[in-house]
């Protein structure tokens, strides 16, 4: 009897043996949740617009890439986009020069606005929360993610007008120049268009993976 009860009994740390997150650890897991959310919405969207852009019949896909090297970006655009100059209203009203390059046909409309903030000390963040506050003011807000093009980061982010209407949105802050991309279907239209304008939109002068094949510097460590 003796020696049963010795088996049977357990040190008290045995007890306690298996692991315990720290409330440290616990605090890094919960901080890095969002930001692991944000980065799948990214890649999900990405694929839901492959997806789309294949779906497009061949005959439609009448888009060519535009190069605006003195704005440092490229962009598809269904025609030849008309090129105006006019006022962005940066965050406290204040009024600076923009350019809008746009096509607008019964499918919908495309438009790249590139705003001067170089006189403007809001923060890039708060610049880009305001376009996008702004813009939701339309209808309702459906998502609002981070988005990176060429490591500049930026947000994305879908609206559903009030008129039933559909804009695929992405604003970023780079060389002291707001990039706002617009693509705007009307109600009952194929989003696909809207998706293909806003994920074409790239900038001419940020790093990009080298190719495989060739002797380009990676990114400065």
């Known amino acids: 009897m003796m020696v049963a009860r010795a088996n049977q009994a357990r040190p008290a740390s045995d007890s306690q043996s298996c692991f315990q997150p ?4 616990r605090t890094m897991l919960m901080a890095a949740a969002p930001l692991a959310w944000e980065y799948l919405s990214m890649r999900l969207i990405a694929l839901i617009v492959a997806i ?5 019949p061949a005959g439609a896909q009448s888009w060519k890439e535009y190069d605006y090297s003195g704005e ?11 090129v105006e100059t006019t006022s ?6 204040r009024l600076v020069e923009a350019r809008v390059y746009s096509v607008l046909q019964m499918s919908g409309e495309f438009k790249v606005t590139v705003a001067d903030l170089s006189d403007i ?8 929360a305001y376009a996008v506050f702004m813009l939701s003011r339309r209808g309702e807000l459906k998502f609002n993610i981070a988005h990176a093009t060429r490591r500049v980061i930026g947000r994305q982010a ?17 060389n002291q120049r ?10 009952g239209g194929s989003t696909a268009d809207a998706f293909r304008f806003q994920q074409s939109f790239d900038f001419t002068d940020g790093w990009r993976r080298p190719d495989t094949l060739s002797n380009e510097p990676g990114p400065p460590q």
């Open 72 to 82: 440092t970006f490229t962009a598809d655009f269904p025609a030849e986009p008309k």
């Open 178 to 187: 707001l990039y706002q991309i617009e693509g705007t279907v009307p109600a």
């Open 52 to 56: 789309f852009a294949a779906s497009v």
């Open 121 to 128: 000390a809001e923060s890039p963040g708060n610049v880009m």
């Open 88 to 93: 962005y209203k940066a965050p406290g009203g």
């Open 158 to 174: 879908s609206i559903e007008g009030v008129d039933g209407s559909q804009t695929y949105v992405s604003v970023f802050v780079h």
């Open 22 to 25: 720290s409330g440290q650890l």
